[in-house]
């Protein structure tokens, strides 16, 4: 069994900052990519960055600049901070893992976090 839980959202106004984390835990040996995703109100959820497991980093133009994604493998923790936040960030972040390889050697993808949410609003 392979979970990701979320934490670290909020309310915070236009401008401000947060630090979301998103810890993994279960018979985990290795996890390749992972990704931010976000989804707000009546539209579809959508990609914000990703990471891979040599720590490249990608992110969607809206957000470049101002967020960064980052990963602790020792922790099997991720983390995404958020600068200059702006009302358009108002979402639910979800954690993704693409690729996660058990003790046991099975593989599990596409695994999905439960989500928090970020409100940025004044």
């Known amino acids: 069994q392979v979970q990701l839980v979320e934490s670290g959202g909020g309310l915070v106004q236009p401008g401000g900052s947060l630090r979301l984390s998103c810890a993994a835990s279960?018979?985990?040996?290795?996890?390749?990519?992972m990704g931010w995703y976000r989804q707000a109100p009546g539209k579809e959820r959508e990609w914000v960055a990703s990471?891979?497991?040599?720590?490249?980093?990608n992110y969607t133009n809206s957000v470049k600049g101002r967020f960064t994604i980052s990963r602790d493998n020792a922790k099997k923790t991720l983390y995404l901070q958020m600068n200059s936040l702006k009302p358009e960030d108002t979402a639910v972040y979800y954690c993704?893992?693409?690729?996660?390889?058990?003790?046991?050697?099975?593989?599990?993808?596409?695994?999905w976090g439960q989500g928090t949410q970020v409100t940025v609003s004044s």
């Open positions: 993704n893992a693409g690729w996660v390889i058990t003790v046991g050697g099975k593989n599990k993808y596409n695994v």
């Open positions: 279960g018979t985990i040996f290795s996890i390749n990519t």
């Open positions: 990471i891979t497991s040599d720590d490249s980093t």
